[in-house]
Nanobody
Framework: QVQLVESGGGLVQAGGSLRLLCAAS????????MGWFRQAPGKEREFVAG????????VYADSVKGRFTISRDNAKKTMYLQMNSLEPEDTAVYYC??????????????????WGKGTLVTVSS
């Protein structure tokens, strides 16, 4: 069983930065690939970024490539999303997700079983 808790969301002006955290409560955090997804009002949930269990491999949606950086610290059982040059279009609830297979995120898909409850990011223009 994997429980995920996001934090770090908030209100920021366009061009600003935020760092999101996803804390996991599981002994086997290092055995899971992890991903970030977001859902804007009235839109479907979309893939943002994914990271392999070791942290050596990462993948990003085209819309955030070059602005967002995903990382993880397995010793702290925490995943991060550094978001720079934020745009109003980045406004959404951000969710973290865990899956045994990194290929899930390479395909832009999500793991079926483990989600956090989300953290709201609002970017004002």
């Amino acid at each position: 069983q994997v429980q995920l808790v996001e934090s770090g969301g908030g209100l920021v002006q366009a061009g600003g930065s935020l760092r999101l955290l996803c804390a996991a409560s599981t002994r086997t955090f290092g055995g899971y690939a992890m991903g970030w997804f977001r859902q804007a009002p009235g839109k479907e949930r979309e893939f943002v970024a994914g990271i392999s269990w070791s942290g050596d491999s990462t993948v990003y949606a085209d819309s955030v490539k070059g602005r967002f950086t995903i990382s993880r610290d397995n010793a702290k059982k925490t995943m991060y999303l550094q978001m720079n040059s934020l745009e109003p279009e980045d406004t959404a609830v951000y969710y973290c997700n865990a899956d045994p297979y990194y290929s899930t995120y390479e395909l832009g898909r999500y793991g079926m079983h483990y989600w956090g409850k989300g953290t709201l990011v609002t970017v004002s223009s």
